[in-house]
């Protein structure tokens, strides 16, 4: 093996290593921000269904002043 295939060969394996770190870096980010949106969303759906009991329980009581 020549000095210029080894060369060549820690290149590659170097190149692989940064893709491998990179592709860890950036799947991180994407599931630390799909969590922050799921937990968003649950936030907002859990407001949501206590407005909507709010809502129910003030149109029995609209219904109940009108009778």
């Known amino acids: 093996m020549k000095i210029k295939d080894t060369q060549q060969l820690g290149i590659s394996v170097y190149i692989l290593a940064m893709r ?3 592709e860890k870096e950036v ?7 799909i969590d922050y949106l799921v937990g968003a969303n649950n936030e907002l759906m859990n407001e949501l269904e206590q407005w909507e ?3 129910k329980r003030l149109e029995k009581g609209t219904n109940e002043i009108l009778e």
């Open 20 to 22: 491998k770190e990179i």
């Open 27 to 33: 799947e991180s980010r994407y599931i630390k921000r």
């Open 53 to 55: 009991r709010v809502g």
